[in-house]
């Protein structure tokens, strides 16, 4: 599966509006203009307007003359984010961008109670990956917001990730909650959620999906690892969700996909009143644009 299919699917929804926070950034504008250039979105770019538009005139000023691009001046980050949160909670936008902002602000602006973009759902992270030589996305979560889930909110992570995989065409993913081992150690306490995920799902608690674990990576990905260590399993060998205990496993997985294994991600905050592309400010454009495109096409579900 390609991620490049995603912008060719969100093009059928040109009229989308992403609010950016704190545009001051190349890797930014650049996405947002690689956007514009394959026919989606309209932008509203919140934050510095004098660096903003220094950014775009090295780019391609058409689209702040066509009206697709808007500037909005912020004093700071805080301000951009907040101002960008608003829009969407007043919906006046349809999408949030994290720019130049550290994600713990833009996050704090999100479950802001008076503006911000709560469902009275948990809010995560769903990072999917375009891995060379695997014929599936590969959705990792969460590796950016939750820090440390309980059960509960594991089972509204995989259901948040679950709607994210069924917006780009997975109908029925298979869920590995990830552990060190793949049987119960109550010394782990990992192991002992994945189980009880596990039951949940085969009660009807956690829906649309297929949860087995506790797993390890290699069990999770490789058949012929699971294979080798005699797991039956629907799940094992060939996962589409990876569920990981908490976020330092989450973000370090992530990091190590990306500069490793070179692999392409696009990642949003699934969730909330509305998506949000949330990418680490390292990431390149490319991975900002196949963001962008995820959302719209969980937006448009
Ligand atoms: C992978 C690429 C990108 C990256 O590398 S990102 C880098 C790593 N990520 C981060 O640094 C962010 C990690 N998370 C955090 O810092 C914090 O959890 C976060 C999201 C900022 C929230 O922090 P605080 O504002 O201190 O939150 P808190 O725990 O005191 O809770 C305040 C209210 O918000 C609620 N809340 C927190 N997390 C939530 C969630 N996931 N979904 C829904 N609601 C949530 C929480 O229940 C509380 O509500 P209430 O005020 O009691 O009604």
Do not use: W
Request: charged content about 20%; proline content about 3%.
């Amino acid at each position: 599966m390609k991620l490049e299919s995603l912008v060719t699917k969100a093009t059928q929804y040109e009229n989308m509006t992403v609010a950016v926070a704190a545009a001051e950034d190349e890797e930014v504008i650049e996405a947002v203009t690689m956007a514009l250039d394959n026919n989606f979105g309209q932008f509203i770019l919140y934050g510095d307007r004098e660096k903003i538009s220094q950014l775009l005139s090295q780019k391609n000023e058409k689209y702040a003359k066509n009206g697709k691009i808007q500037i909005v001046h912020a004093n700071s980050k805080v301000q951009a984010a907040e101002l960008a949160v608003k829009a969407v909670h007043l919906n006046e936008v349809n999408i949030l961008m994290k720019g130049n902002v550290p994600t713990a602000t833009i996050l704090k602006a999100v479950l802001n109670k008076e503006f911000g973009l709560r469902t009275g759902k948990v809010l995560s992270h769903v990072a999917v990956f375009e891995v060379a030589g695997y014929d599936r996305y590969i959705i990792v979560t969460d590796a950016a917001m939750n820090i440390a889930p309980d059960l509960e909110q594991k089972a509204q992570i995989i259901a948040n990730a679950v709607s994210v995989a069924k917006a780009i065409g997975v109908e029925k993913p298979k869920v590995a909650p990830l552990a060190a081992v793949e049987v119960v150690n109550p010394a782990m306490p990992a192991t002992l959620d994945a189980a009880l995920l596990s039951a949940m799902n085969k009660r009807g608690q956690i829906a649309d999906c297929i949860v087995d674990g506790p797993l390890a990576l290699d069990n999770a990905v490789s058949m012929l690892a699971a294979e080798h260590k005699g797991i039956e399993s629907e799940v094992a060998g060939r996962a589409d969700i990876l569920l990981v205990p908490n976020i330092e496993t989450g973000n370090v997985l992530y990091k190590s996909l990306v500069y490793f294994a070179h692999a392409k991600v696009g990642a949003v905050i699934a969730g909330a009143k509305a998506p949000i592309v949330l990418t680490s400010r390292a990431d390149s454009a490319e991975s900002k644009l196949y963001s962008l495109a995820l959302a719209v096409c969980t937006a448009s579900k």
